[in-house]
Each structure stands twice: as C-alpha cells, then as structure tokens.
T-cell receptor, first 112, second 111 residues
Framework: DGGITQSPKYLFRKEGQNVTLSCEQN?????MYWYRQDPGQGLRLIYY???????QKGDIAEGYSVSREKKESFPLTVTSAQKNPTAFYLC???????????FGDGTRLSIL | GQNIDQPTEMTATEGAIVQINCTYQ??????LFWYQQHAGEAPTFLSY????GLEEKGRFSSFLSRSKGYSYLLLKELQMKDSASYLC????????????FGKGTRLSVIA
C-alpha cells in the first residue's frame, strides 16, 4: 500500500546527542515536509523540500538539519543545538498545488 | 505575515450539528484545508476549498468565503468518535508549498 512511513515511533535523546528521524514515502510525491507539534499548539514548519537535492528552511529550522538525496526519503536530524527537542514530529508529502498534504504516523521524541 | 484563528475548544452533543469556524489573514491564498487529528495520532485530511462556497462530503461540509477570509467546517449527526482536534490550514503561496496551520479546535462530543 502507498503511504508515508516514519520511524522510529518513539525516540529518546541524551544531552549533547544528535538523533535522526526517518521519513520514507512511496506515493511518488515531489514535495516533503517536516512539522513539529507541541501540546496545545498547532503544527510548526521546520523544513520542506519541493524537489530532490533542494530544501528550504521553515519557521523553526534552528537546531535541525535535513537532506533530500532521493525522492522517497527526507530524514530530519535533531542536533544538540536544539535545546528543547521534546515534541511530536510529523512528516508529510504532497503531489501538487491543489492536493492535500498527507502525513506519516509521527515520531515522539523525548529527552533522557 | 500569516495568521489563522480558530476556537480552542468546543463541546457538542451526540447526534447534533456543530460548526467550527476559522478566520485567516495570509499574504496569498491557494486553498484552505481541514484536517482531523485524534489524540496522539497524525492529522488526516477531511476537506479542501479553493473557490467560494460549500463542499459536502457525507456528514462533513466545509464552506469558504475568500473575501472575508473565513471558513467553517460543519459536522452533522455527531458521533462519539468525532471527538478530536480539527485543524484549519491555508496554502498561502502558489505551487506545491507548505500549509500553514491554525492551533486547532478540540471538539468533545458528549452523550
């Protein structure tokens, strides 16, 4: 079945550690996105990519990095520079302008 | 800048109708989307409006007025499983660009 797969479902980070969240899609969508959701808050955009080998910063990119080497994959690295990483991270993709974004099941990141 | 406002919480009775409003101010407009998000889960797509008027999909309808920067989601024949957050999102720029989300409206359906 076509969809977006995020892994792991739960992730724990130690102080000073970088961690990478995986996002893979087999929908043949061109654009992919990373959002962060905190309790009681809406989704805030971290990074997005409209095409392979290109990506753009969102509203809260500091402390995060991404790559887009393949159309299917858009991993997000939460670096040690991100001082408050505890949140629900959602990856999404979309085909074109008049189509909705579809979301993966999310990764819940916590600090040890 | 972009701003999307929706009520924080609403409560409605099983079997009733509820209307969730959304107002937006964006520098451009290329569509308004409604998503449903159950607690601890990812958002799922409900409806999409790009032209003024009403779009109906079963028990769910969504309305848009671009001149007023206003949309609403109408849920009919409420069921307990409709208890969830409802997110209003706008695509401001043209092209396959990111959606900007409101903070969501948490709907509680009571017996």
């Amino acid at each position: 079945d076509g969809g977006i797969t995020q892994s792991p479902k739960y992730l724990f980070r130690k102080e000073g550690q970088n961690v990478t969240l995986s996002c893979e899609q087999n929908l043949n969508h061109d654009a992919m996105y990373w959002y962060r959701q905190d309790p009681g808050q809406g989704l805030r955009l971290i990074y997005y990519s409209q095409i392979v080998n290109d990506f753009q910063k969102g509203d809260i990119a500091e402390g995060y990095s991404v790559s887009r080497e393949k159309k299917e994959s858009f991993p997000l690295t939460v670096t040690s520079a991100q001082k408050n990483p505890t949140a629900f991270y959602l990856c999404a993709s979309s085909m074109e302008q008049y189509q909705p974004q579809h979301f993966g099941d999310g990764t819940r990141l916590s600090i040890l | 800048g972009q701003n999307i406002d929706q009520p924080t919480e609403m409560t409605a009775t099983e079997g009733a109708i509820v209307q969730i409003n959304c107002t937006y101010q964006t520098s451009g407009f290329n569509g308004l989307f409604w998503y449903q998000q159950h607690a601890g889960e990812a958002p799922t797509f409900l409806s999409y409006n790009v032209l003024d008027g009403l779009e109906e999909k079963g028990r769910f309808s969504s309305f848009l007025s671009r001149s007023k920067g206003y949309s609403y989601l109408l849920l009919k024949e409420l069921q307990m499983k409709d208890s969830a957050s409802y997110l209003c999102a706008v695509r401001g720029r043209s092209g396959n660009t990111p959606l900007v989300f409101g903070k969501g409206t948490r709907l509680s359906v009571i017996a």
